[in-house]
């Protein structure tokens, strides 16, 4: 452990963290645009700079650990300066179209220049401006919102190991893309959108459904696979207008391309919400539960009684959680006795 | 036939030799003394080879032609000169004395004291032999098997030698934290990515004297206990590449590179890692995540190199010229280098002296010479009769200092008193037709372009400080323009991730500091007091003094000037592109530039 001050407050932290960590686990607030708690430290931002005594310049809270007797002070008025400087150069080149933007209400930067009274005019000059086009169904990428904060490009690495996205050129012109500036074309996992502090990256079937307003969210587990990661759906009226997930929850806030995007299902006219049963006639019939199996475990019994119990097979799915996969082999060789039950993930 | 003991044609072969023809004039003096038949009456040698650049690249090709002990350097040699030189020089002794170098060449050389830059000119840089025989590998051999690590650090330390790729971070401490620090699997890197605009020092040394190199690293390795080797070297170099490649290759043939070196335990061996000109490579992390593959971007410090470099292993990065002076203090011995110099600031220094200098070239001085020495002494004054306006130093990192204080002592500590820095050893020479905002302004859209982009005040913080020097230099400049500059490069100096971003401002605010009413008049009178900045100039024709020659009206490309025979022509300011053809046409002085 190693004792440092901030804000005249002494505090006791482990030796490897930094001064931003520091400061938050003692309830202190730095503001951060580039910082994500879950990658490793980019530095680029510059807006989390502290004054830590004995250094000549402010330094990177980010990127720098603490040591033992370290003075550190998170708020003056030059780094108070020095930060409404750094967000009047990021909203100098913005197109500060907040009204449309599908970020707003979730925006850092919106957030912090809302915090400092920042509106980007005091050093007004040339915007990067860049054609829309990216031509996949999921992710849309607006780069002249793109802050270069570099989220995007480390969780695709570090966390889903893809390694889609990169920075390009070099100056002004820098610019994070795919290879050779292509559409994106990767897992879609959504990442690199969860992680974005701007609207540079979004979801695509989100747009225009709705940002805040009316809007509920709704914590739930999702149906696709066993992992049962945790979703945040967020609801307006009774539609999902998006998914999200929270970094306490057992998958730490992640999702892939299904949980993120494929919630259409919820609301499609050709979902089964009912158990139906095919009459002689050929048309479906709408039943309850239990009548359902009951009529299910009859034809089962028939089966078996005629042709022994070895000419029924059970195929489980990977959808089902390792308890739910458990009780149906012990189903099927305790039940219907047979020991013809497989898996679907070894098809 | 007389008879000599040594005959040596020594001709310049650096990337500006080669330019003016260095490979023609090497091959005619190979067939000329062939045909001669001259070779069979020397005693002892006789050879003609080719050497790297000697410093004053403005006369090549240079010849050296040494007989016995007289040496006659030769300039501006053409191939169709050379059976000349070898009939009336060689055959009957008398030297070509119309084509030998003047006055100014000794002056050049006169206050120079060459450590790195001794056998550039002197030796074969492509024959390793070249370099043995003057007692190359000697001091590896020496330190190798019977220097103590600690030894070796404590002979850097004691010379004082710093970085001299711009930091100016003391060598022997370096080392010394590279050898401290734990790990079994550490690296040395030598930093040739030279990027700054006008500056071409190490790029003379690899091309002159490769070894030197090698060899320094080999030694710095054997501080450190690293047995890996990097030559991190821009890719807009081939002939120093060429060269360094050859010279590794002949390193190892030896076993001067490779496993059991000199017979000891010590294995050590080099890579070559060619950079794709990022000027942000040369910052020492940025260097690192290159050689790693990366995207050449800097990572923020701590951790330092020697700590967590290279894979995240224990790294020392030296500058070419910095590892290059490593043979000389262990073969002479720390005092020997120490005593150049200035207190804090020891030995020699090498700088490109370009611009409006009348002999620019490459130049190696003593720590603490005067700027004065420099410019009027070595540099020869301005070309041209012009007067002196400014020096500027340490490239797009450092500053311009003002003619009025050119008895200012170079070295790191005095530069960077007056706002500028001795950087990478760029020299460039200003003079009464530079104007500073222009120069700032260039400095600065160098920075912006070669930006990583990684931090937001280099990445835009420079382009907004680019966007008002443009304005300014367009006449659009605002009455708070300067003050804008100002509290712009102070944000950009304390925010920025690494030396590039942190360093940018420099050039504004050094210019800012001593020119400030050149900004001033080009911000309320719309004038450039050199009459650089186009957006500002107005040409014009006296009336009087017009002879209506036709000459400009000719030479007008937008056909903005019309005149008949005998009636004085006239401008359309409208149509006129502000090329100054015209005011260099005329010989009447009759064209006006306002």
């Not at chain 1, 066993?226 to 057992?250: A, D, F, M, Q, Y």
């Not at chain 2, 060449?105 to 120079?112: A, G, L, P, S, V």
Request: aromatic share 8%; charged share 25%; net charge neutral.
């Amino acid at each position: 452990m190693v004792s440092l001050t901030i804000n005249n407050k002494k505090v006791s932290v482990p030796e490897d963290l930094t001064i931003l960590e520091a400061a938050s686990r003692n309830g202190i607030k730095v503001p951060t645009l580039c910082h994500h708690p879950q990658l490793t430290p980019f530095g680029g931002c510059r807006l989390c700079v502290v004054s830590v005594k004995g250094m000549p310049k402010p330094v990177a809270s980010c990127t720098t650990t603490v040591s033992e007797g370290m003075e550190v002070t998170t708020s003056t008025p030059e780094i108070e300066d020095l930060r409404k400087l750094v967000l009047e150069l990021i909203l100098s080149d913005h197109p500060n179209d907040c009204m449309t933007c599908e970020a707003t209400g979730s925006c850092a930067l919106q957030e912090l220049a809302y915090a400092y009274g920042v509106r980007g005019e005091a050093y007004p000059g040339e915007r990067r401006v860049y054609a829309k086009r990216d031509g996949n169904p999921f992710i849309e990428r607006d780069m002249e919102k793109c802050i270069l904060c570099g989220r995007c490009v480390k969780v695709c690495d570090e966390v889903q190991g893809v390694e889609a996205l990169d920075f390009t050129y070099r100056g002004f012109r820098s610019k994070i893309c795919p290879s050779y500036e292509d559409d994106l074309d990767c897992e879609f996992c959504g990442q690199c959108v969860s992680v974005c502090p701007t609207g540079a990256l979004t979801g695509k079937q989100w747009a225009r459904r709705g940002r805040y307003e009316g809007v509920r969210e709704v914590d739930t587990t999702c149906p696709y696979c066993g992992t049962g990661c945790t979703l945040t759906t967020h609801v307006k009226g009774n539609e999902i207008v998006r998914v999200s997930s929270k970094p306490w929850t057992p998958n730490e806030g992640w999702l892939c391309v299904k949980g993120r995007f494929g919630y259409k299902y919820v609301s499609s006219p050709d979902r089964l919400t009912k158990p139906l049963i095919r009459r002689a006639s050929g048309e479906f019939e709408e039943t309850s539960w239990t009548a359902a199996l009951e009529y299910t475990a009859a034809w089962f019994k028939k089966i078996r009684e005629k042709h022994s119990a070895d000419a029924i097979g059970g195929l489980s799915s990977a959808r089902c959680t390792n308890e739910e996969n458990y009780l149906f082999q012990k189903f099927m060789r305790a039940g219907v006795g047979t020991n013809n039950v497989d898996h679907c993930a070894r098809l | 036939m007389m008879q000599r003991n040594n005959i040596e044609i020594r001709v310049c072969m650096g990337t500006g030799g080669v330019a003016s023809g260095g490979t023609e004039v090497l091959a005619a003096f190979r067939q000329e003394v062939a045909a001669s038949g001259i070779a069979a009456s020397v005693k002892e040698h006789c050879s003609t080879h080719q050497v790297g650049c000697r410093g004053l690249c403005a006369k090549d090709v240079l010849v050296d032609v040494a007989i016995d002990d007289e040496k006659v350097t030769y300039q501006f040699i053409k191939p169709d000169m050379v059976p000349r030189i070898v009939k009336e020089h060689l055959l009957e002794n008398k030297p070509v004395d119309e084509w030998r170098v003047g006055e100014d060449y000794d002056r050049f050389n006169q206050k120079q004291i060459k450590v790195v830059l001794a056998d550039c000119g002197r030796i074969d840089p492509e024959e390793i032999d070249a370099y043995i025989a003057i007692g190359g590998y000697e001091a590896a051999r020496d330190v190798l098997n019977n220097w103590y690590p600690e030894e070796v650090i404590t002979e850097i330390k004691q010379s004082g030698l710093r970085g001299r790729g711009g930091a100016g971070f003391p060598t022997g401490l370096k080392w010394e934290l590279g050898k401290k620090a734990p790990g079994d699997v550490k690296y040395i890197i030598c930093n040739a990515d030279e990027g700054d605009p006008g500056a071409f020092m190490d790029r003379a040394v690899i091309e002159g004297n490769p070894h030197s190199v090698i060899e320094g690293m080999l030694i710095g390795a054997y501080a450190i206990c690293a047995h890996h080797g990097y030559v991190y070297i821009r890719a807009e170099y081939p002939l120093a590449v060429e060269r360094l490649k050859r010279a590794l290759t002949q390193a190892r043939e030896r076993g001067f590179l490779g496993n059991r070196l000199f017979g000891s335990n010590f294995d050590f061996d080099i890579k070559v890692k060619l950079g794709a000109g990022a000027f942000v490579c040369g910052e020492e992390t940025a260097l690192i995540a290159s050689i790693e593959g990366q995207r050449g971007m800097p990572r923020p410090k701590p951790p330092f190199p020697v700590n967590k470099g290279l894979w995240q292993r224990p790294t020392v990065i030296n500058n070419v010229e910095t590892l290059a002076n490593i043979p000389a203090i262990i073969r002479k011995g720390c005092g020997w280098y120490a005593s150049y110099g200035t207190e804090k600031s020891r030995g020699t220094k090498v700088f490109a002296l370009t611009g409006k200098i009348r002999n620019p070239g490459l130049i190696e001085v003593p720590m603490g010479i005067t700027l004065r020495e420099i410019v009027e002494d070595i540099g020869g004054g301005i070309a041209g009769g012009k007067a002196l306006k400014a020096v500027q130093t340490g490239g797009p990192s450092g500053g311009c200092i003002p003619a009025s204080m050119l008895d200012l002592n170079v070295d790191y500590e005095s530069l960077a008193r007056v706002g500028s820095i001795v950087g990478s050893g760029g020299m460039i020479v200003l003079d009464e037709d530079n104007c500073m905002v222009n120069m700032a302004q260039y400095f600065v859209k160098f920075t912006q372009e070669e930006s990583c982009g990684k931090c937001v005040p280099c990445r835009v913080g420079t382009k907004r400080l680019l966007e008002i020097l443009e304005r300014i230099t367009k006449g659009q400049g605002r009455e708070d323009d300067i003050e804008r500059l100002e509290t712009l490069s102070g944000g950009i100096r304390n925010m920025s991730l690494c030396g590039l971003g942190q360093t940018a401002p420099n050039p504004v605010l050094s210019t800012i500091k001593y020119f400030r009413e050149e900004y001033e008049a080009h911000i309320r009178d719309k004038k450039c007091p050199s009459k650089v900045c186009k957006a500002l100039l107005v040409y014009s024709i006296d009336e009087k003094l017009c002879k209506a020659c036709g000459s400009c009206l000719r030479a007008c490309p937008a056909k903005a000037i019309t005149g008949e025979k005998k009636v004085p022509h006239k401008i359309d300011q409208a149509k006129c592109v502000k090329c100054g053809s015209c005011f260099d046409v005329c010989k009447f002085k009759s064209v006006m530039r306002d």
